[in-house]
């Protein structure tokens, strides 16, 4: 095969077909379809339909590039009850150009997969089908069916440009997911909804998104939804990320959808520059349950966070809807500035034009009879000049546009979590400090 990889080519087809089989390493290879349009299959696809609810144990992709295909670049989960497989990892996957994703794992049940990591790969130009016979088209890396997994140092981007609710990396019927330092930008939709960074959609538990990079993607910045009257969205934990200019076509840079229950969000630090002309207006937190009247958010809190927009953006918004039914949603020990505009919060269908206002009409931002919260300029270094890392194993030196002045009011203001609600806020911080830095903890995801 000469220096290079051996690149392995099918018009219509599987590149690589598994069948109720595992116990194999694929590495150094490249699959290449004739193009999205044209094939109808996945690149890698692992398939289980066993009987007997049987875990195949140990699949190896490393070093491999799919491209082209007309479903996922690679596909790996089950279609018989709970078989599935078990023991999965993916290291320096590229998948590029294929019609319904990069990179997906999915089950008959939830949970049904078991140990899966996913590190050091990219998912991107996986543009989507807007006719797709899937739920979802267009993604770049997505975790479905899965107990116990791991999505970390991987770069989605481009992806969804013709697709149908799409995201960059995300799970879903799921268990004990971590997705941590990823950078996942300029992802898109066809439909108004979705085409966004990083999701926990329906089903997720007991897992975490942290130390990610969120940037100008048409959709959520950080997606927790779960379009169902039931409590089998609880226990997730979103923390120390940070979101810039998301949502340029949708919502709110962090969006809650539907019945999310017993959930911390704390320490993220969101920016939310103009829109392009035309474009709504979003939130940087934005709380919705259309279509699913009867769910509501419970146990939900939302701490220690940097919210700042610009030009008349609402720092909060949350539909009367929703607030109806909710149950413990607070916000404590934010802080809410916007830049060259009047302030806004909009409640439940009231506006509030000042935090005193919203804390005194509502009641968030308070800790008993304290007043906790802020609405000062949070004197980020260069909030806005983020731009693109292209390289999640540099993501806390490449990005110090988002680390707090020296002179920053909210350096030591944080909420002490762990003493006042028993919140473990984890080791780090996304710059890799140890938390707390000088016996206090900060506000946002520098503790400085």
């Known amino acids: 095969y000469g220096t290079g990889r051996a690149k ?4 219509d087809g599987v590149g690589l077909y598994a069948h109720n089989t595992a116990g194999l390493v694929i590495s150094q290879l490249i699959f290449e379809g004739y193009g999205a349009d044209y094939n109808k299959a996945d690149g890698i696809l692992f398939y289980n339909d066993l009987p007997g609810n049987v875990k195949l144990a140990f699949v190896r992709i490393q070093n491999v590039e799919t491209a082209k295909f007309g479903r996922y670049g690679v596909a790996i ?5 709970a078989s599935g497989f078990r023991d999965v990892r993916i290291s320096n996957l590229w998948t590029h150009d294929n019609g319904d994703g990069g990179l997906l794992t999915y089950g008959k049940r939830k949970n049904v997969n078991q140990n899966v990591y996913v590190g050091y790969s990219r998912a991107f130009a996986n543009d989507g089908h807007a006719l797709s016979t899937l739920p979802s088209s267009g993604n770049g890396i997505v975790l479905g069916s899965v ?6 140092r991987c770069l989605a981007y481009g992806n969804g440009t013709t697709g149908k609710i799409p995201n960059g990396v995300w799970a879903y019927d799921s268990n004990n997911i971590v997705i941590q330092y990823n950078e996942s930008y300029g992802n898109r939709s066809v439909r108004p909804v979705d085409g966004g960074g990083f999701a926990l959609d329906r089903n997720v538990t007991n897992s975490v998104m942290q130390y990610n990079y969120s940037h100008d993607n048409e959709g959520v910045g950080y997606l927790l939804t779960h379009p169902v009257n039931d409590d089998n969205h609880a226990g997730n934990r979103v923390r120390f990320n940070v979101s810039q200019n998301d949502a340029r076509d949708n919502r709110g840079a962090i969006r809650i959808y539907g019945r999310v229950i017993d959930t911390e969000i704390h320490n993220n630090t969101i920016y939310l520059g103009a829109v392009p002309a035309g474009k709504p207006k979003p939130a940087a937190v934005f709380f919705n349950n259309a279509r699913v009247p009867s769910a509501y958010p419970e146990r939900l809190h939302i701490r220690n966070n940097i919210f700042r927009t610009d030009r008349g953006m609402p720092v909060v918004f949350a539909a009367a809807s929703v607030l109806r039914g909710a149950r413990d949603l607070r916000f404590e020990g934010n802080s809410y500035y916007s830049g060259g505009a ?11 034009f000042s935090l005193a206002a919203w804390r005194t009409g509502t009641g968030q931002e308070k800790l008993g009879t304290q007043s906790v919260g802020s609405d000062v300029d949070p004197k980020l270094t260069n909030g806005g000049g983020g731009g693109t890392i292209a390289n999640p194993t540099s993501l806390s030196s490449g990005l110090p546009a988002y680390r707090l002045q020296a002179t920053s009011p909210l350096v030591n203001m944080g909420l002490n979590l762990p003493a006042l609600f028993s919140v ?13 830095q000088s016996g206090a903890y900060d506000v946002g995801a520098h503790d400085r």
């Open 8 to 11: 392995i080519i099918d018009a």
């Open 77 to 81: 989960g089950g279609a018989n009850v």
């Open 147 to 152: 107990d116990g997994g791991t999505i970390e």
């Open 342 to 352: 009047t302030w806004q919060v909009n409640w439940g269908g009231t506006n509030y």
């Open 424 to 436: 473990d806020p984890g080791p780090r911080d996304f710059y890799g400090n140890t938390l707390p």
